[in-house]
């Protein structure tokens, strides 16, 4: 056979192997990359899951509900008097004297003055 034909076989043959093992290989690593990925989300889902467990365990709890109440939402129990101190107002401002509108620009040119 010609030293052409053998080439073009060699590389015919390099494509195929190329197609056969080469592509899968990189879908694989590729694959793999995107588990390690979402196994971290998972992780992070699991430890917020757990957290919420434990802040629904505690809510379960009257005074603790009560605590948040108070705190957050500033709710009073039965018999009990509410206040809320309010802000000072604030100093009365000075006055604002508007200023005269100033000539234009131009209006110092003296060629304008002997038109």
Known sequence: MRLTVKFGLAVLVMCGAMYLFLF???TYLDQKKDIAG????IAVLK????KL???SAALQN???IERIARAEYGLVGAGQ???????S???PRPAVVP????????????FWHHL
């Open 99 to 110: 200023q005269q509108a100033k000539a234009p620009w131009y209006a110092s040119l003296e």
């Open 81 to 87: 008097q509410a206040f809320m101190v309010l802000p």
């Open 53 to 55: 467990t434990a802040q």
């Open 24 to 26: 899968p290989a990189r």
């Open 89 to 91: 107002p604030d100093r």
């Open 47 to 50: 430890a917020e899951n757990a």
């Open 38 to 41: 979402q196994e971290q989300t």
């Open 62 to 64: 009257d005074s603790t």
